[in-house]
């Protein structure tokens, strides 16, 4: 079976080598495999997808005994389905929807904060969210409605691939392996890079 770029790449082959002005295929099967290599290093670094999904009954605990406010695993929220809190035991609860005027999306969902207009439940598991979140990517309208993904997320992503071409020849150490070399990543990040990096990290969300 051919191996096929992530649906959630943040980049594609052709725009690769459009950039590098490669004009053979000589080196798609190494491209995709790279730009698929540089998409999980981004996400893992990030804490998150950047594709847009439906994420349901997603689980949360809350460690504040006055909090009003949660902060969900993924973001842009386009759309805020449903938002629940638990009674009971474990191996025993029931979930009771919140009324749509208890609860509103901050920054029009940009940021994932929901505020609540009541203090949340503390304890672990107590509330569950079903959601839409994260950039709609559609390369052939890359710059229209129908593809949102930042600019600056391709074009680091584009940036670290082309570093990757130009020396999968040689040898390093590290933490990532690609066609049997290291990559170091803390020595490919520009300062640049790293402030891309840092604008779009979310911290990871303990249930």
């Given at each position: 079976?051919?191996?096929?770029?992530?649906?959630?790449?943040?980049?594609?082959?052709?725009?690769?080598?459009?950039?590098?002005?490669?004009?053979?295929?000589?080196?798609?099967?190494?491209?995709?495999?790279?730009?698929?290599?540089?998409?999980d290093?981004?996400?893992?670094?990030?804490?998150?997808?950047?594709?847009?999904?439906?994420?349901?009954?997603?689980?949360?605990?809350?460690?504040?005994?006055?909090?009003?406010?949660?902060?969900?695993?993924?973001?842009?929220v386009?759309?805020?389905?449903?938002?629940?809190?638990?009674?009971?035991?474990?191996?025993?609860?029931?979930w009771?929807?919140?009324?749509?005027?208890?609860?509103?999306?901050?920054?029009?969902?940009?940021?994932?904060?929901?505020?609540?207009?009541?203090?949340?439940?503390?304890?672990?598991?107590?509330?569950?969210?079903?959601?839409?979140?994260?950039?709609?990517?559609?390369?052939?309208?890359?710059?229209?409605?129908?593809?949102?993904?930042?600019?600056?997320?391709?074009?680091?992503?584009?940036?670290?691939?082309?570093?990757?071409?130009?020396?999968?020849?040689?040898?390093?150490?590290?933490?990532?392996?690609?066609?049997?070399?290291?990559?170091?990543?803390?020595?490919?990040?520009?300062?640049?890079?790293?402030?891309?990096?840092?604008?779009?990290k979310?911290?990871?969300?303990?249930?």
């Amino acid at each position: 079976m051919a191996e096929t770029i992530y649906t959630y790449a943040l980049t594609t082959v052709q725009r690769m080598k459009d950039r590098m002005t490669i004009t053979v295929t000589d080196h798609d099967a190494n491209l995709l495999r790279m730009i698929n290599v540089v998409t999980d290093f981004i996400e893992s670094q990030c804490h998150r997808r950047f594709l847009e999904g439906t994420y349901t009954e997603e689980v949360y605990s809350i460690h504040g005994h006055k909090q009003n406010h949660l902060f969900l695993k993924h973001y842009p929220v386009s759309v805020l389905t449903q938002l629940q809190y638990g009674v009971g035991t474990p191996s025993n609860k029931s979930w009771t929807s919140y009324l749509v005027d208890d609860f509103e999306l901050a920054d029009d969902g940009g940021n994932g904060l929901v505020r609540m207009y009541n203090i949340l439940p503390y304890g672990v598991n107590k509330i569950r969210a079903t959601y839409t979140a994260g950039y709609k990517i559609d390369w052939p309208n890359f710059g229209t409605a129908t593809h949102t993904l930042p600019a600056d997320l391709t074009d680091l992503c584009e940036r670290l691939v082309t570093k990757l071409f130009k020396k999968r020849d040689q040898e390093g150490k590290d933490e990532e392996i690609f066609n049997g070399n290291r990559v170091i990543w803390s020595k490919e990040l520009s300062p640049d890079d790293k402030a891309v990096v840092a604008h779009y990290k979310r911290f990871p969300v303990f249930s």
